[in-house]
């Protein structure tokens, strides 16, 4: 959980994980795939809750090396954010603009009944958005620091699913996503059948993180659904 004066810092990241990378610099992760149909708020997006971010690349396609394209991504997300003082001023109002618009009578609500929600926890003082007082005014190391805290591998797991040969993702799993993201990493094939094969140990995920996308690609007509799975190490 964030700390009193990181209140807002973990969203603020997700946002700046569209506003430049070490390999996609400005708004080069929305432009690469944009030109292959993806769009953005429908199939490129991220959320924010109360103990997690989660970034979502949906209905990329499987060709024109666009898959290995998406791990460079969360490569670049998961260790590469660029942070640039002028693009963290500029998001600060975004982000101002959004808390702006849900100050009505939901979030009234909603503000009223979390500590009934989270008993009293620490939890019912931490909406994700934050507090404007601390978005407006942290300093640019805070956010660095946060992201170098929090955005490490043994807190990090990637989901692919779709219409894939999982033979072919478990072996790209095997050579570029170590390489991209560290000898660290255990790697995981859960194939469409429910047998998961493994290669190195193993740390398992709970199901749940990747029920909502198993559910949506079964929904699709004739697709042989695969899944490629990767964990943390600790």
């Known amino acids: 959980l964030e700390n009193d004066d990181q209140q807002g810092l973990a969203h603020f990241l997700e946002h700046m994980a569209f506003n430049g990378t070490q390999h996609f610099t ?17 199939d490129i997006n991220a959320y924010t809750s109360f103990d997690e971010t989660v970034y979502n690349l949906d209905n990329i396609p499987t060709k024109d090396g666009l898959v290995d394209t998406a791990l460079l ?4 997300w998961s260790n590469y954010l660029l ?9 600060r ?18 503000q009223q009944s979390l500590p009934v929600m989270f008993g009293n926890s620490k939890y019912s003082d931490r909406l994700p958005i934050g507090l404007m007082n601390i978005v407006e005014g ?3 190391k805070a956010l ?11 807190l ?9 040969n999982v ?19 255990d790697v995981a094939v859960r194939r469409g059948d429910g047998d998961v094969g493994t290669t190195r140990h193993l740390l398992p995920l709970n199901d749940a993180d990747v029920t909502s996308h198993l559910d949506r690609a079964r929904n699709i007509d004739g697709l042989e659904v695969g899944v490629a799975r990767l964990y943390d190490i600790r």
């Open 26 to 42: 400005g708004k080069g992760i929305l432009n690469t795939l944009q030109k292959h149909g993806a769009v953005f708020g429908k």
């Open 73 to 76: 991504i969360l490569n670049d």
């Open 83 to 91: 942070l640039t003082d002028e693009e963290i001023d500029a998001e």
């Open 93 to 110: 109002g975004v982000i101002k603009e959004e808390w702006r618009t849900r100050q009505n009578g939901q979030m009234r609500v909603l």
């Open 138 to 140: 942290f300093e640019y």
């Open 144 to 154: 660095r620091d946060f992201y170098h805290d929090w955005y490490r591998t043994d």
């Open 156 to 164: 990090q797991a990637i989901a692919v699913v779709g219409d894939i």
């Open 167 to 185: 033979d072919e993702i478990e072996q790209l799993a095997i050579d570029r996503v170590c390489e991209l993201f560290g000898a660290g990493l």
